[in-house]
């Protein structure tokens, strides 16, 4: 057991810190995409927006899931 979990910690500090920064800076670059697509065309933008997207999609969901698991382990703590 504490083999894997110091393969964990790696693990969640490799993709999963500093996710609420991932996120900021993963939305800025949909934001460009987007308005890119609306100014001035081209395929290969139309192409990579639809990829960007997916990956904001799968911080987000990330995210949340983060914060979830955070209220429920402080409300276990605090009971609050």
């Known amino acids: 057991m504490k083999l894997l979990k ?7 500090k490799r993709y999963f810190s ?7 800076e993963q939305s800025a ?8 697509i609306l100014t001035a065309p081209d395929r290969i933008t139309a192409a990579q927006e639809p990829q ?3 990956k904001l999609n799968l911080l987000l ?7 979830k698991q955070r209220s429920r382990v402080r ?3 605090c009971g609050r």
Request: with cysteine.
């Open 52 to 54: 960007k997207r997916n």
């Open 18 to 24: 500093g996710i609420s920064q991932r996120v900021k």
């Open 75 to 77: 409300w276990g703590c």
């Open 61 to 67: 969901t990330a995210e949340a899931k983060f914060y």
């Open 6 to 12: 110091k393969v964990l910690r790696n693990l969640n």
């Open 29 to 36: 670059r949909v934001d460009v995409l987007q308005r890119i």
